[in-house]
């Protein structure tokens, strides 16, 4: 159980255009999926936490018009990079937390390879 | 500051033989989690072992543990028997208290060690 899945697995675009990547948690309801980005041989970096049926909470230096996240049901969150650029290029995972777990256990997407170019 | 540190960027194991990955936090909380993830070339996190600072005892979960040194701030990973298949980027987090509202259950991540068992 618990099972997280990403889509697009890998994605390339031109300069400019904006980029969707969904979540989907397959086998449980998640009030709360996370958002981060990876970059090569780094650590994970939380860029957002999303809720729900409300705003997403955005960490510190993330450009929320930038990444817009939206959590429209229980068992989906989608992420879309906005005029994407070069820099954007990046890893992006996303988790979900299901209930009932410990606090914290989060189950992790594959995540999406996005590079521009 | 960082909450949660890994100072070790890359380890090298021999095959069958056991291997410690370091990790050091910082937390006011007295109730806080700890997480091992480990992450293989294809960049899936998949989860290892779980402490939690109320624990009594070391955190085992087939052939990991969790040397926890509370005292010490510490939460050190150890793989016995390595095998190849455990080459991979491993990560510490930490989950600090109940936070409350949306940022309920949010982890911290080390910077990670590099995992590499040679044959």
């Known amino acids: 159980g618990a099972v997280v899945s990403q889509h697009p697995s890998r994605v390339i675009c031109k300069s400019g255009t904006s980029v969707k990547i969904e979540c989907r948690s397959l086998?449980?309801?998640?009030?709360?999926m996370f958002w981060y980005r990876q970059f090569p041989k780094q650590s994970l970096m939380l860029m957002a936490t999303?809720?729900?049926?409300?705003?997403?909470?955005?960490e510190q230096g993330v450009e929320k018009d930038k990444f817009l996240i939206n959590h429209a049901s229980l068992t989906l969150s989608t992420l879309t990079v906005t005029s994407a650029h070069p820099e954007d290029s990046s890893f992006y995972i996303c988790s979900a937390a299901p209930p009932g777990r410990r606090i914290g256990e989060q189950f992790f997407g594959p995540g999406t390879r996005l590079t521009v170019l | 500051a960082q909450k949660i540190t890994q100072t070790q960027p890359g380890m090298f194991v021999q095959e069958k033989e056991a291997v410690t990955l370091d990790c050091t936090y910082d937390?006011?909380?007295?109730?806080?989690?700890l997480f091992w993830y480990k992450q293989p070339s294809s960049g899936e996190m998949i989860f290892l072992i779980y402490?939690?600072?109320?624990?009594?005892q070391n955190a085992t979960e087939g052939r990991y543990s969790l040397n926890f040194q509370k005292a010490r701030k510490s939460a050190n990973l150890v793989i016995s028997a390595s095998q190849l298949g455990d080459s991979a980027m491993y990560f510490c987090?930490?989950?600090?208290?109940?936070?409350?509202?949306?940022?309920?259950?949010?982890?911290?991540f080390g910077q990670g060690t590099i995992l590499t068992v040679h044959p």
């Open positions: 987090a930490m989950r600090e208290g109940y936070a409350g509202g949306t940022s309920y259950g949010k982890l911290t």
């Open positions: 086998d449980f309801q998640a009030t709360t």
């Open positions: 402490q939690g600072s109320y624990d009594q």
């Open positions: 999303s809720n729900e049926g409300s705003k997403a909470t955005y």
């Open positions: 937390t006011s909380d007295p109730s806080y989690g």
